[in-house]
């Protein structure tokens, strides 16, 4: 087809074609840009899911500001942080978060080589704190904004918000607790309105509590009939106003998990290596005061967001770095994988998100990245490797994927690892410096509390006030549980290969992998040949 020449005229009125048209589009633009939506991310620091009514109806911890998020938005039943490569959870869950990626394809802080991919450039890119968060959301057009702990995080990441005011602040006062935190983000939002910013905003709101030490405040602490117990001699006073028990409660783990000396296990201020039923329900109303602060000082940013007009056009989203034991399964931290600790709390609210909702999600923390991008029109990075969700936050699915994979190996290698797909969960456990293998397999529609033979025991019984059912167990050596156990190891095995997980257990194969140099060893790894992503 011959090309048709343009007369002077005619390029003319083309050129005002063109013009009107790209007009237009920067018109449209503009004004997308005028409505994109706000976000809101609040995280906590180290809170199980079942300290809230919206997981645990029987909690005694108020946190209506939360109930009303929940109401009014969507509840995630099944969101995991993937779990840990060092004894500081935290590290490798608020890596995931700002980066998108999975476990073993992320740095830890500098200097510290927990993860043995960290000099492989191809599966830990050198240059990833470009492609996270605030990065993207920067070149976005956003307004990026941050408050939280000092501290095991992502700095490389952290400083790249526009705004940023860390403290760690775990202190009984609003100076030196919670409120601190709440007033970064006002204080933003005062000067947002002040200079009648119009750019739409990313705040990452985070806590440093209720991480120990949880010296809630004066009358909250009272509310929850606690006190700041530091006498190791003696036990805390009981008292009837303290939150009860946890159902799985047990006065110590009954074998050694791989990490029983971590720190959060033998040296929380207030409970050391105690597990006696004063000292735990003394723990948990220290939490609760600290948990029910948290809520309060998310009701004055979203009192503020209301007042200034901008609540109805922000997402926002709750949830916690990981979970935490305090006395259920004999424990207290959160390096393990049962359920309480492995899972988070994740509540959402926000436009075009169902009221009163709930999803069973099967979103890792990782997935947040790639579905605030989605949410804000922003290209996810190419570095991420999560899943956006937001099909389940406009009801259009209920999970994002079948089987999630955890991992805690912050101790003795190769530590634990679990698999859960559908109502089954298969945790295993192996050191080898103590030649411990233990193999847990539960049903959790049938033991959502994965109860353990050693919660039958009648003096456990008499305490928890619980008495579980026959079947209420670890099912690994029943024989009626063959056929599934060998599924749930195959499905372990499989997860494991694809997340380039360089440790292999006891009844795997080794795949001609080296184990790892531990860390305190070289500060490097040794490999025969560098795992390839799968």
Known sequence: MPLIQLNPSMKFAFLLILLSLAAQGLTQDASAAENR?????????????????????????????????????????????????????????????????????????????????????????????AFTLPAVFNRGGYDTVRTCKNGNSFEAANKLFAVRSDKTRRGGTDETGSA???????????????????????????????????????????????????????LPPADSRQPPLPPNYLPGHPFDNTHMT??????????????????????????????????????RVLEKLEAMGELDNTYIFYTADHGMAIGRHGLQGKQNLYEHTWRVPFIAKGPGIPSNSHVTGNIYLLDVLPTLCDLAGIDSPPTTEG???????????????????????????????????????????ESSKENLRETQLFNLAENPHEFLQQ????????????????????????????????EMEALLLAEMRRHDDPYRMWNQPDDGLTPPARASDSGTKTRKRPIKAR
């Open 37 to 129: 939506p706000n976000i809101l991310f609040i995280i906590a620091d180290d809170q199980s899911p079942f300290d809230l009514k919206v997981y645990n109806p029987d909690s005694t911890l108020q946190t209506p500001h939360l109930d009303a998020l929940a109401a009014g938005g969507m509840v995630f039943d099944a969101a995991h942080h993937m779990g840990a490569w060092t004894g500081g959870v935290c590290t490798p869950s608020r890596h995931m978060v700002m980066s998108g990626r999975t476990l073993w394809h992320i740095p830890n802080k500098p200097g510290r080589v927990n993860n043995p991919h960290i000099t492989n450039p191809v599966l830990v890119p050198p240059d990833l704190a």
């Open 180 to 234: 601190w935190h709440a007033e970064q983000v006002l204080d933003y939002l005062k000067e947002r309105e002040a200079s009648k910013d119009a750019d739409p905003f990313l705040i990452y709101f985070g806590f440093s509590h209720p991480h120990d030490v949880r010296d809630g405040k004066p009358e909250l602490l009272a509310k929850y009939g606690a006190v700041n117990h530091t006498d190791k001699s003696v």
């Open 262 to 299: 971590v720190r959060d296990e033998v040296n929380v201020s207030g409970v050391w290596n105690k597990r006696d039923p004063r000292t735990i329900r003394n723990e948990l109303g220290r939490e609760f005061a600290c948990s029910e602060n948290i809520d309060i000082q998310i009701g």
């Open 387 to 429: 899943t956006s969700f937001k099909p389940l936050l406009e009801g259009n699915s209920d999970s994002v994927r079948d089987v999630l994979y955890g991992v805690y190996c912050g101790g003795a290698k190769p530590g634990m690892r679990c698999v859960k797909q559908g109502d089954w969960k298969l945790i295993k456990y």
């Open 455 to 486: 919660h039958h025991d009648p003096n456990v019984m008499a305490v928890s006030g619980i008495k579980p059912s026959e079947s209420q167990t670890n099912l690994a050596d029943d024989p009626r549980f063959a056929v599934k156990l060998a």
